[in-house]
């Protein structure tokens, strides 16, 4: 089970969208830190001081307009997640953040969250589907980590 340490003004909007994630993400704890408190993360070195959680099965949700990096979140096999939240976002956009975050602590060979396209080209009809532009970007997102969710054991 995850354990998440939540940074934000508005923690019940994020412990929503993590309990609308699918399992095996959707049961977790978690721990409200004050603002600017940096929980179990370390600012990366090679990130521009982004917060980096090395912890196992452990996320850091921060609220911030973080003004060093283009980057929203950062994750380690096998280890923790980070993910930012801003303003701007939706809670679509944060709930798909946070699951592709999630997503890359229990990557297996070959199942990439980053992979989208590798993904979609393989298969006729999600390319025809595709290249006919009526699914939207988070819609296509939602489909591949569906996917990739479904090969976690
Ligand atoms: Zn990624």
Redesign the pocket.
Known sequence: MFRHYIECQDPGRIISLLKNLPAPFSSFSYTLLPQYDLGPTTPSDQYGGFPECQLHKTGYIFFRNFPTTAIR?L?FPGGGLSVMITPADTDETIRLRIW??LL?TVQQPGQN??DMDAWINDNLFRRIVRWLGILSEETWQRLYYDYLTGLIE
Request: hydrophobic share 15%; net charge negative; no cysteine.
């Open positions: 979140g994750a592709h975050e890359h969250p980053d």
